[in-house]
């Protein structure tokens, strides 16, 4: 709970020296910021390297340094204290055959902070989300995946909630020269080296309050029991290696799990510019799924992000390949390609294509199961920000969905299922 306090003191108390980013990463104030506060922020240290504090995103994750940071920043006894979260209010109706609708909340809140020493630099990052309160079957989304809900059942059409806590790290850098850096992280939760930044924290996602279907193959480890890291940095490249728990977290979110290191993963990522990051990783998941406990998994991805600053906006584009290759079992693919544009800092457009190899929408005893399935879907929607406060953005919003499936899954789900939010959404 000590998050929502701080969370909730920083908009209580706005002056408490802080310093807002808008959509483009720039600092806002009711007034004119100035010069030696533009500066000031220049200097707000990274955790685990000499370079832009932007080009940090989820669990060691990097973006491109153009990315818009939003939050609010300010400086506390040498530390510098970054929060940000948002909260959606959601209306979901999810068509077809297997579709349900269902009224739901789902947010995040999250501070991080560093110490910088002259042996290095000391960060603390915490992540809390209350998606528990959806209940343990999380909302209704047509060709989802992964996890379960009772220990027994699994989840099928739907997206789990996210735990209560979702990272409490520890980090610790140390610079070798004025480019190059080794650092560590430990988390419990965490988020190991594997894949790109969590769809929350990707610009190109964040916005759109569903899921991606490739969830499970690209990103689902950002909420893990146990992760230990490693990396090196030198200049536009980072290398790292994790050892963490394989385990998905289970149906009961709001505790924190026993931590066990019986997986690993590493990630090559090269920043070549301000405007592009690139990512390769692989990783060997132990037992992931609670209900297949004798099957272990593979995983390896690839992914470009590409984001350009514009005029009273932003611009982000991602493009994400997992591939999971069950041991025994079916290897599957996720392509992913998601892109965002905040224009005349009140208007969002996003969309997202995504084509799935699904292998998981049929329990065992039913004849469809032990196969995979194509499943293609496009997703387009827009965001009005009505409200522009010194900490606050709202907004309303809508998405629509439209699903691309094989034969054999018309007679079950119905011809190109459609699908469809509407919501308000909060962010500071």
């Known amino acids: 709970m000590k998050i929502i306090l701080v969370f909730i003191f920083g908009i209580v108390f706005p002056s408490f020296a802080w310093a807002q980013h808008d959509h483009t990463g720039h600092m806002m104030h009711e007034e004119a910021v100035s010069v030696s506060q533009e500066s000031s922020m220049k200097e707000v240290v990274s955790f685990y390297g000499q370079y832009p504090h932007t080009r940090e995103s989820s669990g060691t994750s990097w973006q491109p340094d153009s990315s818009p940071m939003e939050g609010t920043y300010f400086k506390r006894g040498g530390w510098d204290i970054m929060l940000h979260g948002y909260v959606f209010g959601i209306y979901d109706n999810q068509g077809g055959k297997r579709g349900k609708d269902k009224t739901f909340s789902s947010s995040m809140f999250m501070l991080m902070a560093d110490y910088k020493t002259s042996v290095g630099t000391f960060g603390f990052r915490n992540m809390l989300s209350l998606d528990p309160l959806m209940g343990k079957k999380g909302y209704p989304l047509l060709f989802q995946t992964g996890e379960t809900y009772d220990g027994i059942h699994p989840l099928i059409d739907r997206q789990h909630p996210h735990d209560f806590f979702m990272e ?7 610079p070798l020269s004025a480019k190059s850096s080794l650092f560590g992280y ?5 988020e190991p080296a594997l894949g790109p930044p969590a769809f929350m924290h990707r610009f190109s996602a ?39 728990r394989g385990r998905e977290p289970n149906q009961n979110r709001w505790d924190i799990e026993s931590p066990k290191f019986d997986s690993y993963s590493g990630r090559i990522t090269f920043n070549p510019d301000k405007n592009f990051s690139f990512q390769a990783s692989y990783g060997y998941l132990d037992s992931p799924e609670q209900l297949e406990p004798n099957v272990n998994v593979g995983r390896t991805t690839i992914s470009a992000m590409y984001n350009r600053d514009i005029k009273n ?17 079916l290897a599957t693919n996720a392509f992913l390609l998601e892109s965002a544009i905040n224009f005349m800092k009140s208007h969002t457009v996003f969309s997202r294509f995504e084509y799935v190899q699904k292998d998981e929408l049929f329990v065992e005893d039913d004849p469809m199961a032990g196969k995979s399935y194509d499943v293609k879907k496009f997703t387009l929607g827009y965001i009005y920000d009505f ?8 907004g309303v919003g809508s998405s629509f969905d439209l699903h691309f499936i094989s034969d054999a899954l018309e007679e079950v789900y119905s011809n190109t299922p459609k699908s469809f939010m509407v919501f308000v959404r909060v962010k500071l």
């Open 313 to 329: 906006g932003n611009w982000q584009t991602t493009f994400a390949w997992g591939r999971n290759n069950k041991l025994p079992g």
């Open 206 to 244: 964040m916005d759109n309050p569903e899921a991606p279907l490739g969830h499970h193959w690209l990103d689902s480890t950002h909420i893990t029991f146990g992760v230990i890291t490693l990396g090196y940095v030198l200049d536009k490249f980072k290398v790292e290696s994790s050892v963490f």
């Open 387 to 394: 409200l522009h406060l010194k900490e606050i953005d709202a």
């Open 186 to 190: 430990f988390g419990l939760p965490g």
């Open 168 to 174: 409490e790290a520890l980090t610790y850098s140390l």
